[in-house]
């Protein structure tokens, strides 16, 4: 103990190492470091050891005191540091080294967040933060960007789809289990709701039996009391996970079969003209998924066009459904004075057709898939000690390891969409390889481009849709936390043009996927980024569709499939081919037996659970920048202002829309 007290007394700095938490991080290898300060005079080389104590274990934080040389300054510029190969295990991956200047008290931190190679002398500079023409030790950056290039290698695993990674690194994998161990958490709940009687069911008996599952199981989704109702029919065109189809209609579409007198009873005694002319009608036309194959032969998947009417109570209601493209005698569009059964049958065909397009495109495709593609991308081009990378980076947190789990589990042959969705995963690839083609960052991937491609991004147009209303909030607070960090780092326009490695990053993100690139389209200045506000645009649309896209349409998934006849994924039999009445019994024949609605509720209760931190709030630091921490800072107030306003406008809804509270919304796709 009086040595080490000696020690202490004797130390100027004192060397703070945190080993991180991946699988195997932690080394026996032997460790040196030197310090350089600002006029560059280094230290001796100090063997960072502590006797009777086992050094650098996974999670750890280690420290160890050194006293400097006289003619050493205050102030330390960068640190060079190495291991050797001694030990059983010898592999090493820091997250960073913090010295404190016993003295003044101030603290120097040198992110690293790398694997240590042996013998290979790293050098950090103080904040490891700057653009590639001015790094003072450029041959290091290239070597480790070299490595990441053969880790990270691009691929196309759905023929026609987007670019993802081609095998998962070790440095992605969940370094512990995970939450979202799907098929362990999914028997788990299973053995615990009481419902593995359902295992073995057949056809639901009544809609009243099917309601009562829900009291044992994981709480009633939102549909089980709401399905029929046609408010909560428009409620989810606007509201719920699949919010971004709908559009303002401006003239009556050619292709649907019905005369003005046939809707007017709907209109609540303005014509349609009238009604186009107030800016009350609107128009969903799932016409993508036309010709989209289907798992087995005596599957149907509708391609239905709608009509909705923003009614005199400001309330959103269907009016018009033809469940096909094209006009024909055996496609009749259903209104709402139809039979009973018969117009609750058409809602659910037309569910069946836009729960087909949401798990495919707006959830699997426009936000996972897409942003793997940027995520390999980014970590092939710019060096973690970029500042672009710093900013991107808590943002692709599990992204690639929930990608591979779940397209190993969910999407794989046999899988669960194979089992519980219509399309099942051929027509639902094939709905990817569509999609891709027409997605474009510059209008879907910005949401007020793609509200005024819409004819919604006036607030005043559509009352009550929520998710424009509380989106367009976090874009524009992601747009002002990004226009600040990008100013800060590219202050001058020749800095953008002079850093090659934005400037690959942008080539490879825009290069089409047979020649080996992430082939997304409508990159501002197709990824030759010549302004500010061409990075700004990039970045805030991949923040924002890791974060607030995905959130919107991945949380809701409960409360939408669990219960089939509100958001049916397959239905069994024939769409309605004219407007006879139909029965609850038909409906009960269509729907999937006991045992795909329990896979379907296990499977979205565990899809609709957080995991990660709110948005803001990283679970890893990689900005110590002093300027850009307060940029950060900022960031964060900003979004506990929206996070009050939100809280305050569901006050007034019915039902509130929690999905896009900035408590609720994590930083990244990971589940």
């Known amino acids: 103990m009086g040595d080490c007290v000696s020690s202490f007394e004797k130390a100027n700095f004192m060397i703070y190492v945190k080993t991180g938490d991946r699988l195997n991080s932690g080394t026996d290898a032997n460790v040196q470091i030197i310090l350089q300060d600002y006029s560059e005079n280094k230290t001796e080389e100090f063997v960072l050891d502590k006797f009777f104590r086992n050094d650098f274990e996974k999670g750890n934080i280690d420290a160890f005191p050194v006293k400097k040389p006289s003619h050493f300054g205050n102030e330390i510029a960068e640190i060079e540091f190495w291991r050797d190969n001694a030990g059983l295990a010898s592999d090493w991956y820091v997250d960073k080294i913090c010295i404190e200047n016993m003295k003044t008290n101030d603290t120097y931190v040198f992110p690293v967040f790398r694997w240590i190679k042996a013998d290979y002398h790293y050098i950090i500079r ?81 809609l009243f039996d099917l309601t009562n599952v829900y009291s044992d199981a994981f709480g009633e989704p939102e549909g089980v009391k709401k399905w029929s109702n046609d408010i909560y029919f428009g409620s989810q065109r606007i509201s719920s996970m699949n919010h971004s189809l709908i559009e303002l209609c401006t003239a009556m579409p050619h292709k649907m079969n019905i005369t003005e007198d046939e809707l007017k009873p709907f209109l609540e005694g303005w014509s349609i003209q009238q009604v186009i002319k107030a800016n009350r009608l609107f128009i969903i036309d799932l016409k993508d998924i036309k010709d989209i194959p289907v798992r ?83 970590h092939r081009q710019l060096s973690q000690s970029h500042p672009i990378f710093k900013l991107l980076a808590p943002h692709f947190l599990y992204l690639i390891a929930i990608n591979t789990r779940g397209l190993d589990l969910l999407v794989a042959p046999n899988g669960w969409v194979d089992k519980t969705m219509a399309i099942g995963i051929k027509g639902m690839f094939s709905l990817i390889a569509r999609g891709i083609n027409i997605w474009r960052m510059d209008t879907h991937g910005t949401l007020p481009e793609d ?155 565990i899809l609709s659970d957080r995991g990660t931190n709110s948005i803001g709030d990283f679970e890893v630091q990689y900005i110590f920048d002093p300027p850009a921490k307060n940029i950060v800072n900022e960031f964060r107030e900003e979004l506990k202002d929206i996070s009050k306003t939100i809280k305050e406008r569901n006050k007034k809804r019915e039902p509130p829309y929690i999905w896009l509270d900035p408590d609720f919304v994590p930083n990244s796709i990971s589940i």
């Open 126 to 206: 103080h904040l490891d933060t700057s653009l590639p023409q001015l790094d003072p030790h450029p041959e290091q950056r290239l070597m480790e960007l070299n490595d990441k290039r053969q880790t990270y290698q691009i691929t196309e695993k759905i023929k026609g789809g987007p670019a993802q990674v081609k095998e998962i690194p070790s440095d992605e994998q969940f370094s512990f289990d995970y939450k979202w161990n799907i098929a362990k958490r999914k028997i788990q709940m299973i053995a615990t709701s009481k419902l593995h009687m359902l295992l073995n069911g057949a056809n639901w008996e009544s």
């Open 451 to 605: 509200l005024k491609r819409r004819g919604l991004l006036n607030t005043n147009i559509l009352p009550g849709y929520h998710f424009r209303d509380d989106a367009l909030l976090l874009y524009q607070a992601i747009k002002n936390y990004v226009s600040k960090y990008v100013k800060l780092y590219y202050d001058k326009p020749e800095k953008i043009f002079d850093d090659w490695e934005i400037m690959t990053w942008g080539n490879e993100l825009t290069k089409s996927r047979e020649k080996g690139g992430c082939g997304i389209l409508g990159v501002p200045n197709n990824g030759k980024f010549a302004t500010v506000e061409d990075l700004t645009i990039t970045l805030t649309s991949i923040i924002y569709t890791c974060s607030v896209g995905h959130a919107s349409t991945n949380f809701p998934q409960y409360d939408e499939y669990a219960f089939p006849p509100n958001y049916p994924a397959c239905l069994k039999g024939t769409p309605p081919k004219d407007k006879s009445p139909l029965t609850e019994n038909d409906i009960l024949i269509a729907l999937p037996d006991k045992p795909t609605t329990l896979d379907i509720m296990t499977v979205t209760k």
């Open 296 to 378: 087995s032969p005596e599957l149907i998947l509708t391609c239905p066009i709608a009509l909705f009417f923003l009614n005199g109570k400001k309330q959103l209601v269907p009016i018009a459904i033809q469940l096909f493209q094209e006009k024909r005698e055996d496609n009749p569009v259903f209104i709402p004075t139809d039979p009973p059964h018969t117009w609750l049958m058409a809602k659910m065909w037309y569910n069946l057709a836009d729960a087909s397009y949401h798990q495919s495109l707006t959830h699997l495709a426009f936000t996972h898939l897409l942003m793997e593609g940027v995520c390999v991308v980014t």
